[in-house]
């Protein structure tokens, strides 16, 4: 992941922010590296008793950090419930209900089609109505913002890159 993914997909990145790579053709070395990421079989298990539920907001459609994260989670023996992306909040909280996990992990990077300043602290309120357990949420891909009070978000930490991730599921242990 750090050696050859990571890199490869910010290079992807900076070509076609450049304009020598066209938006569709990031999107097709994205589909390839997720298929290759979706090959990798790693045990859901490990001695960390809470389970990571990993999601994209409402509109969200990055699901490759998400897909990453999971990897990471996985090689640190983390284990997951992987929901995928585009979640209306409160069919996240139902589904983080549901399975009891007390820690969400969101991909919350900006597009075309979502808005990280605009709607992050919407959507966090909206799925705190809906939650019935305490959680923590970490965001990846987002900025440090004034976070209200929650009732049910217990902590809300903004994650600045993988390797900060990998180190932070190090600490778990």
């Known amino acids: 992941i750090f050696k050859i ?3 490869v997909m910010h290079e992807i990145e900076k070509l076609a922010l450049k304009g020598l790579y066209s938006v569709t053709q990031e999107h097709i070395i994205s589909t390839i590296v997720r298929d290759q990421l ?10 960390y008793p809470d389970r990571f539920a990993l ?6 459609l990055h ?9 990471i989670c996985n090689a640190n023996r983390v284990s997951t419930n992987y929901l995928g992306a585009s979640h209306p909040a409160e069919c996240l909280s139902e589904a983080v209900n549901a ?13 075309a ?25 970490l965001l990846g891909g987002g900025s440090e913002v004034d976070f209200p009070e929650f009732k049910n ?9 993988f390797e900060d991730f990998d180190k932070l599921l190090i600490e778990l242990k």
Do not use: F, R
């Open 63 to 71: 699901e490759l950090p998400i897909l990453i994260a999971e990897i």
């Open 153 to 161: 978000i217990e902590n809300v930490k903004v994650i600045k890159s």
């Open 55 to 60: 999601a994209t907001p409402e509109g969200n």
């Open 5 to 7: 993914v990571l890199p």
């Open 38 to 47: 979706g090959q990798i079989n790693l045990a859901n298990e490990g001695p």
């Open 113 to 137: 089609q979502w808005n990280y300043e605009k709607n992050i602290v919407p959507y966090l309120e909206s799925m705190d109505k809906y939650l019935k357990n305490k959680v923590k949420v």
């Open 99 to 111: 399975l009891k996990c007390k820690t969400i992990v969101m991909g919350v990077i900006s597009s």
